[in-house]
């Protein structure tokens, strides 16, 4: 079922379990099994439990069967990741009846949210950890051990894990994704990240450049930096003396080398600044290319959603994006069937796409989560059907523009970071240009890590083909 999301959710990694580090010849007397569900941040949290466990004398193993310790990193924000996640705990519990000692843990946002019912209703886990809470693991697997239920979901006020070197899931050791801020102050009805990941606090500027600087020299060429609303980003040091925002991350960020590549996500429209513009168009290594969510295109929708801008000023915003950047690419979310909708606000959603033309669209229609201001404040009234026929519309709508898009890249060449081969032949490589679309070109001596530049000679719906040139 599609519902609403904040964040970007990749469908291919949902539920991946996190592998074990090619190069780690450390031996380790326990195993750790842990799953990630939801957006990248969840995905980079996994990371940092993996170095915590790692310390403590775990290794990660991928087959669920040599674990004595079973994590879920979970998602609150889609219904479709609960279902799943029960089906995967209940999976679990018939694994933990054969296997004496073996214990079973949830993490994340779907902990802090319904930790009475998967500890003592539905006796589903032994230990609960909410996202601000990893530093606290050992101490609860120990105390889970003994036989007590372990909890910790406060939230913190300070943790940003900025101290922490995440141990990088195995991928493609070409990109990585850098968390630069936790929890969310934007209060969006339809979300309920301000209740789970709590208050916005910005992570250690030095330790971010640390971190990426870290990455370049391991081999990885490409670092999105993670955040909320990477835009609010607002670091003050101890003694109070230097400030950093987020444009100024950015700027230091790119100055690790010319040959890292930086992307970021997710901005508010509210929140991005000339300032991050100005600095994207100052290096060429951050990539022109921006996730601004809208949401609706419908002025009383979006005051209802909480979003703090018209249409009007959004459309200004994205005015004013091109003006800086004109080659910029830019994506968003939407929610079809909010609150109230009626057929006019739907049509001013198509409207402001017909405006925009997005590259990339997240879409989804509307379903109620428990604990977000919507369920307290308005009624889910739009009936399911109607959701659906306006988000297939939406659907078919993005499909025209997306195909229109890549028929006018077609003849231009572009800078491409190769990520790997293509999954569809082995004789054909892989990478994304500056405006975050996938280019498949001839693999002849070329590989991944490397930048080449391809020019384009056709296209589908939503892949580049090209040769390098």
């Known amino acids: 079922m599609l519902d609403?999301?904040?964040k970007v959710h990749d469908e291919s990694r949902q539920g991946e379990a996190f592998a074990p580090q090619m190069a780690d010849a450390q031996t380790y007397s326990k195993k750790f099994y842990i799953e990630s569900y939801g957006c990248a941040m969840n995905f980079n949290d996994s990371e940092i439990v993996a170095s915590i466990l790692n310390k403590e004398g775990y290794g990660a193993t991928r087959n669920v069967e040599e674990a004595s310790l079973i994590l879920l990193n979970t998602c609150s924000i889609r219904e479709k990741a609960e279902q799943t996640v029960r089906k995967r705990l209940t999976e679990f519990r018939q694994i933990k009846r054969s296997t004496p000692g073996l214990l079973?843990?949830?993490?994340?946002c779907m902990a802090e949210r319904i930790k009475g019912k998967l500890l003592e209703e539905e006796k589903l886990v032994d230990l609960v950890v909410g996202p601000d809470a990893y530093r606290s693991l050992p101490a609860l697997i120990a105390e889970a051990g003994t036989g007590m239920k372990s909890v910790n979901v406060l939230l913190s006020r300070e943790e940003t894990y900025g101290d922490i070197s995440p141990v990088r899931l195995d991928n493609?050791?070409?990109?990585?994704?850098?968390?630069?801020?936790?929890?969310?102050?934007?209060?969006?009805?339809?979300?309920?990240?301000?209740?789970?990941r709590g208050r916005e606090r910005s992570r250690d500027a030095y330790s971010v450049v640390r971190e990426a600087a870290e990455l370049f020299d391991n081999g990885y060429r490409e670092v999105t930096l993670l955040g909320q609303n990477v835009d609010s980003y607002y670091w003050t040091s101890s003694n109070g003396e230097e400030t950093v925002t987020f444009a100024q991350l950015l700027e230091k960020v790119a100055l690790v080398h010319p040959l890292l590549r930086v992307r970021f996500s997710t901005s508010h429209p509210k929140d991005i600044t000339d300032d991050v513009l100005f600095?994207?168009?100052?290096?060429?290594n951050i990539c022109n290319y921006i996730h601004l969510p809208v949401q609706s295109g419908s002025n009383r929708i979006l005051q209802l959603m909480n979003r703090t801008y018209t249409r009007e000023w959004y459309m200004k915003k994205v005015d004013?994006?091109?003006?800086?950047?004109?080659?910029?690419?830019?994506?968003?979310?939407?929610?079809?069937?909010?609150?109230?909708?009626?057929?006019?606000?739907?049509q001013e959603t198509m409207d402001?796409?017909?405006?925009?033309?997005?590259?990339?669209a997240y879409m989804y229609f509307y379903s109620e989560r428990p604990?977000?201001?919507?369920?307290?404040?308005?009624?889910?009234?739009?009936?399911?059907?109607?959701?659906?026929?306006?988000?297939?519309?939406?659907?078919?709508?993005?499909?025209?523009?997306?195909?229109?898009?890549?028929?006018?890249?077609v003849g231009k060449t572009f800078r491409v970071l190769i990520e790997g081969t293509s999954k569809r032949s082995q004789e054909q490589l892989f990478g994304r240009n500056d405006q975050n679309k996938v280019i498949v070109f001839p693999r002849e001596n070329y590989s991944k890590g490397e930048y080449v530049m391809v020019k384009v000679e056709s296209c589908t719906a939503g892949t580049l083909i090209g040769k390098v040139v």
Do not use: W
């Open 4 to 6: 609403q999301v904040t």
């Open 172 to 196: 493609n050791g070409v990109t990585s994704f850098v968390s630069i801020m936790r929890g969310c102050n934007n209060m969006c009805t339809f979300c309920v990240v301000p209740f789970t």
């Open 352 to 360: 402001i796409m017909r405006y925009v033309q997005y590259e990339l």
């Open 279 to 284: 600095v994207m168009a100052k290096y060429d």
């Open 104 to 108: 079973v843990g949830i993490l994340g």
């Open 320 to 346: 004013r994006i091109r003006e800086i950047l004109p080659d910029c690419g830019l994506s968003t979310d939407i929610i079809a069937g909010f609150c109230t909708e009626t057929e006019e606000d739907h």
């Open 371 to 409: 604990g977000t201001l919507a369920e307290r404040r308005y009624q889910d009234d739009i009936p399911e059907e109607i959701k659906k026929k306006r988000l297939a519309e939406i659907v078919a709508l993005h499909r025209r523009h997306s195909e229109a898009g890549m028929k006018k890249e």
